[in-house]
Structures are given as structure tokens and as C-alpha cells.
């Protein structure tokens, strides 16, 4: 069995996508709480140790340190056989839903959450852009979801464990209200929370929060 090593801090997204498939897969990894708010991922000592992309989460493997939720992700579906989608077709929908999640919904949310939430004072015109970029993106979504169960298709995947990511913090700190304004991405959300074995972001990710300015 590998050991797993997961980098992360409790507000961080992208950590709790690779939180969630990993506990859904039945595997444990040792939380590595990381001094987000201090800036120890901007310092070029943390770059050279840990990752020289500057970024978290970092998921050691067996002492093999990965980055990019994307292809660990995959990697993970794949040697565990689960979530990766059951054909060519699904497999090429979790790609493009992958793909779609990292330029268009979980970079806009992430930004978008972080000034609104962690941040003294964010600027009120680049939310506003972000806002809309984000409402769009998850009209997109939600016409897909009203279509499939899933962003692949009928089974939960990887896509879908990286889209929602970002849509499973509490509403006060997201600042959407999703069943008001995004039925069918909440109804899918809700579809997700009642897989077997499913834990919320704060519950997979303990320690140290950041300091919230709302
Ligand atoms: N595409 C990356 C995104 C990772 C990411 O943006 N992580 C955030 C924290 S959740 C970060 O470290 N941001 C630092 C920065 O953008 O400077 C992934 O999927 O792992």
C-alpha cells in the first residue's frame, strides 16, 4: 500500500479535491498543515524543498512529491480502478471537464473566495469581473448536470471531485447561494455529499484557519 503525504492548508480547494478521492478510495494520508497565511509557499526555501511551482496541495507518493491536482488525480483513478470514468467516451468527458475546471471554475473561485474571505480588502471591480466570470461558468455547468447525474455521465468521476471542490466551503465564505441561483449544481452537489464515505472540506482538512476579514 502506498503512503501518502498530503501538503495542505484547511481553506485550500485543490487539497481537498485530492483529500476526498483518496478517502474515497478507502486511503489514509498523513495531513502536512502548511503555513499558507505567512506566504512559506512564496519563499524560494519552501520552492526548492517542496514545490517549485509555489503551490499547494503536493501529494507525496511513496516519498515521490507530485503537484497538479489534475494528473494526480488521474494517476489515482487509475491505480485504484475508480472514478476515471468506464469508457473512451467518459474518460475523454473527464478529461474535458478537467481541463474546463482548472482554466474556468476552481482559478475563478479560488481567487474570487480568497480576496472576498481571507483578504483585509479586495478590489470591488476585479470581484465583479471574477463574479461573472464565475456565474457563467456555472450556468455552464449546471445545464450539463440538468443533462447527466455526473459530469462524465451517469458515475461519479474525478471531474466531478474537482469542479465541486470549490462549491463545498460554507456560502458565507463563497458568497454564492447556489440553491437560489444554481439548482441543478447544488442538486449534483447533493449527489456527491451522499457517496459512501464522503467528508466535508473542513472535516478532511483540520488545523490552523486562516484569519477571515467578513
Ligand atoms: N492547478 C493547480 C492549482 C493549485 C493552486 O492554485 N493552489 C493554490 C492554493 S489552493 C496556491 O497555492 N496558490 C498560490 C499562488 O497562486 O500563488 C492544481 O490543480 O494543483
Redesign the pocket.
Known sequence: MPTYRLHYFPE????YKLALMLTLCGQTFEPVWTDFGSGV?RTAEWRARVNPM????VLEDDGVRL????PILLQLAERYGRFGGTNAAEKFEVLRWLFWD?HKLSSYC?TYRFARTFMPSANPEVQAYFRKRIDDALKILGTRLSQNAFAAGDAPTIADFSMMAYLSFPDDETGFDLPANHPAVHAWLGRIAALPGWRSPYDLLPGQRLPRYI
Open positions: 485550500s480547494g485543490n487539497a509557499t509555489g503551490e499547494i496541495p503537484t497538479q491536482t489534475a482548472n479560488a
